[in-house]
């Protein structure tokens, strides 16, 4: 397919392990051409993140579009790292980062309303895998560039499943509730929340998906190493050896919405107050001016057949 054929992305990444298999999905998916990546503060800091998704694009090996540095502090409140879940580098800890590519110059947020701006609009899309800090930072500074872009996909709220922070919030809006907030107030254009419900259940990592992903091959196994601090957690959470793949799960929501199962349109707000309840999120079917689309499950096996596809798995 033609490069100009491509439907066009941008994806904002707080790159760590699950981020590193979504990455990957989307670069291999040749239905579309990622304009740019942009990253934020969440898992790891923000230039941690710039090196794990350097490294990610290199084990890919697919093609290599421009990484900017984003926002490295949240809005109001203090960054707090994913060590337990994703090691100190975000990547369990493998010390494999690859110097060969570098980072542009320049700031993400500009860098995004630039390639929107040179794009006609309601072409472009943007999938977020970290906290929206970026995203409410571009819609703060150029609201009606930002009303150009067709859809805002998030890796954001627990779906129908608990926290996975706290009982009641899920991490990337737990990160910046602040930021969540004001793009659900001011974002001019459709949003799709997918919801860590979405990776769990049938659309969850087993051992035999496990084994066959990381005997693949050089990326295979770079993305199953890199993920073992989250294997090594679900022992004790789930008490077995698996994973919930939340940042794939968004991708391939946005990428190939046949796997979506379960999605309603719903008002949605969040808990911004300094409480327990910090980065809780409602959501209200019955309203009738409903501001997102909520995804809260995927088909198992469509899910998989897409993984596996876009991983060059047969």
């Given at each position: 397919?033609e490069?100009?054929?491509?439907?066009?992305?941008?994806?904002?990444?707080?790159?760590?392990?699950?981020?590193?298999?979504?990455i990957?999905?989307a670069?291999?998916?040749?239905?579309?051409?990622?304009?740019?990546?942009?990253?934020?503060?969440?898992?790891?800091?923000?230039?941690?993140?710039?090196?794990?998704?350097?490294?990610?694009?290199?084990?890919?090996?697919?093609?290599?579009?421009?990484?900017?540095?984003?926002?490295?502090?949240?809005?109001?409140?203090?960054?707090?790292?994913?060590?337990?879940?994703?090691?100190?580098?975000?990547?369990?800890?493998?010390?494999?980062?690859?110097?060969?590519?570098?980072?542009?110059?320049?700031?993400a947020?500009?860098?995004?309303?630039?390639?929107?701006?040179?794009?006609?609009e309601?072409?472009?899309?943007?999938?977020?895998?970290?906290?929206?800090?970026?995203?409410?930072?571009?819609?703060?500074?150029?609201?009606?560039?930002?009303?150009?872009?067709?859809?805002i996909?998030?890796?954001?709220?627990?779906?129908?499943?608990?926290?996975?922070?706290?009982?009641?919030?899920?991490?990337?809006?737990?990160?910046?509730?602040?930021?969540?907030?004001?793009?659900?107030?001011?974002?001019?254009?459709?949003?799709?929340?997918?919801?860590?419900?979405?990776?769990?259940?049938?659309?969850?990592?087993?051992?035999?998906?496990?084994?066959?992903?990381?005997?693949?091959?050089?990326?295979?196994?770079?993305?199953?190493?890199?993920?073992?601090?989250?294997?090594?957690?679900?022992?004790?959470?789930?008490?077995?050896?698996?994973?919930?793949?939340?940042?794939?799960?968004?991708?391939?929501?946005?990428?190939?919405?046949?796997?979506?199962?379960?999605?309603?349109?719903?008002?949605?707000?969040?808990?911004?107050?300094?409480n327990?309840?910090?980065?809780?999120?409602?959501?209200?079917?019955?309203?009738?001016?409903?501001?997102?689309?909520?995804?809260?499950?995927l088909?198992?096996?469509?899910?998989?057949?897409?993984?596996?596809?876009?991983?060059?798995?047969?």
């Amino acid at each position: 397919m033609e490069l100009m054929e491509r439907r066009k992305l941008i994806i904002d990444t707080d790159c760590g392990s699950d981020d590193a298999v979504a990455i990957a999905m989307a670069l291999n998916d040749e239905r579309y051409e990622i304009l740019l990546f942009s990253v934020v503060a969440g898992n790891v800091p923000a230039k941690q993140a710039v090196a794990n998704l350097l490294t990610t694009m290199r084990m890919t090996d697919s093609y290599y579009p421009d990484v900017y540095l984003g926002r490295e502090e949240m809005w109001k409140r203090d960054w707090v790292g994913a060590d337990d879940t994703h090691g100190k580098d975000g990547m369990g800890d493998l010390g494999l980062i690859d110097l060969s590519l570098k980072a542009k110059e320049g700031d993400a947020v500009e860098e995004i309303l630039k390639a929107i701006e040179n794009e006609e609009e309601k072409t472009v899309d943007i999938i977020t895998l970290g906290p929206l800090t970026n995203i409410a930072a571009a819609i703060e500074r150029s609201p009606e560039t930002m009303k150009k872009v067709r859809r805002i996909t998030c890796m954001a709220t627990p779906g129908t499943a608990e926290g996975n922070v706290t009982e009641y919030a899920e991490f990337n809006v737990w990160q910046d509730a602040e930021a969540f907030d004001y793009v659900l107030k001011e974002c001019m254009c459709e949003i799709l929340l997918i919801g860590w419900s979405s990776c769990l259940g049938e659309a969850m990592l087993e051992e035999e998906d496990i084994r066959k992903i990381r005997e693949s091959g050089r990326l295979g196994k770079f993305l199953i190493d890199a993920n073992r601090c989250l294997i090594d957690m679900n022992l004790d959470r789930f008490h077995r050896e698996c994973l919930d793949m939340a940042d794939p799960a968004a991708i391939a929501a946005a990428l190939y919405p046949e796997c979506i199962r379960d999605c309603e349109r719903v008002f949605c707000s969040v808990e911004t107050g300094n409480n327990e309840h910090y980065g809780e999120v409602y959501f209200d079917s019955s309203c009738d001016k409903p501001n997102v689309s909520l995804c809260t499950e995927l088909d198992g096996k469509k899910f998989r057949d897409y993984l596996y596809k876009t991983l060059k798995i047969s």
